[in-house]
């Protein structure tokens, strides 16, 4: 998954392993939690209203499956909102 900017919008685009656009590929959760790290440093308290605003444009353009994408970003950027920083297992160890 690439994430790209043009005329000031983000995008995210699968790419195959030929470097061609793919039609059909199912975004991995990893994948999805990447693109929401990147758009929350991006976009900071925003970053969910500019996901939102970017459903919207693909689903008036007809680009459900990009739009669903969008989606899961979205549940991504909302789980991580919620979440406590939890200290990391290792260093509960004394």
């Not at 995210?12 to 990147?38: K, P, Q, W, Y």
């Not at 549940?75 to 406590?84: K, N, S, Y």
Request: aromatic share 4%.
């Amino acid at each position: 998954m690439v994430e790209t900017e043009r005329n000031g919008r983000l995008f995210l685009r699968c790419i195959t392993s030929e470097g061609s656009d793919g039609l059909i590929m199912m975004v991995s959760d990893l994948d999805i939690l990447r693109a929401a790290h990147l758009h929350l440093d991006r976009y900071g308290d925003q970053a969910v209203a500019k996901a939102r605003e970017m459903v919207r444009t693909l689903k008036e353009r007809g680009d459900d499956d990009d739009a669903d994408t969008w989606l899961r970003i979205i549940v991504a950027l909302d789980t991580m909102r919620q979440e406590p920083s939890r200290p990391h297992p290792a260093s509960d160890r004394g």
